[in-house]
């Protein structure tokens, strides 16, 4: 079964430095997604991408993230200058469509900044 | 944010028996809803979903009940086996007011399910 993969599993970062989190998508998937859970926490809405652009992006995605899609098959999140609270897991999901369709998830890569 | 809340942090059931997962929402825009199973060190695997225009839909052992004048939605799980063991996200999106999608997953916090053999 066809399925989202994230890499690195685990990342860790000292605090102020950037960091790129990379994910490949399922590959007919057209709407592609960032989540992520601080330990204790419910998995929180990022961004949204869809046709080359965001569709949607919450009030955590400042201007210190950016998400791009640099080939037919990668999808990256970076942040820019990492701070101490950017700790957490991350999650790529992507969907065939928008509405009424279900977003897969990628196991995620684990965020540590030290 | 508490828009999609799961009450019960944990449920335990046995084995054979059924295992009903219950989720509320406040946000009267949701018009789709989700749940999915998440085991330790990967990510949430979608299992079944509903539209708000229908009020029950089945996949194998596992059902989804919403019930939209009580912003409630159920998962039951029949038979309920030891593989079940994991946290069950409730999910929900929205259609925007201004016929635009919104395409975002709001998430409950998970109920930990604990089937016992």
């Known amino acids: 079964e066809p399925e989202v993969t994230q890499t690195p599993s685990h990342q860790v970062t000292q605090m102020g430095q950037e960091v790129i989190l990379r994910c490949v998508p399922i590959?007919?998937?057209?709407?592609f997604y960032w989540y992520r859970q601080i330990l204790g926490q419910k998995v929180e809405f990022l961004v949204s991408?869809?046709?080359?652009?965001?569709?949607?992006k919450s009030e955590i995605f400042d201007d210190q993230f950016s998400v791009e899609r640099p080939d037919g098959s990668n999808f990256t999140l970076k942040i820019r200058s990492t701070k101490l609270e950017d700790s957490a897991m991350y999650f790529c999901?992507?969907?065939?469509?928008?509405?009424?369709?279900?977003?897969?998830f990628g196991d995620g890569t684990r965020l540590s900044i030290l | 944010d508490q828009q999609v809340k799961q009450n019960s942090p944990s449920l335990s059931v046995q084995e054979g028996r059924i295992s009903i997962l219950n989720c509320d929402y406040t946000?009267?825009?949701?018009?789709?809803f989700l749940w999915y199973k998440k085991y330790p060190a990967e990510g949430p695997t979608f299992l079944i979903s509903?539209?708000?225009?229908?009020d029950k839909n089945e996949d194998g052992r596992f059902t989804v009940f919403l019930n939209k004048s009580a912003k409630h939605l159920s998962l039951h799980i029949v038979p309920s086996q030891p593989g079940d063991s994991a946290v069950y996200f409730c999910?929900?999106?929205?259609?925007?007011?201004?016929?635009?999608?919104?395409?975002?997953?709001?998430f409950g916090k998970g109920t930990l399910l604990t089937v016992n053999p």
């Open positions: 590959s007919n998937h057209l709407y």
């Open positions: 999910a929900a999106s929205a259609v925007v007011s201004s016929g635009g999608s919104n395409y975002k997953l709001t």
């Open positions: 946000n009267s825009m949701f018009d789709y």
């Open positions: 999901a992507s969907s065939e469509g928008a509405m009424g369709q279900p977003q897969h």
């Open positions: 991408f869809y046709n080359n652009e965001i569709s949607e």
């Open positions: 509903i539209s708000s225009i229908k």
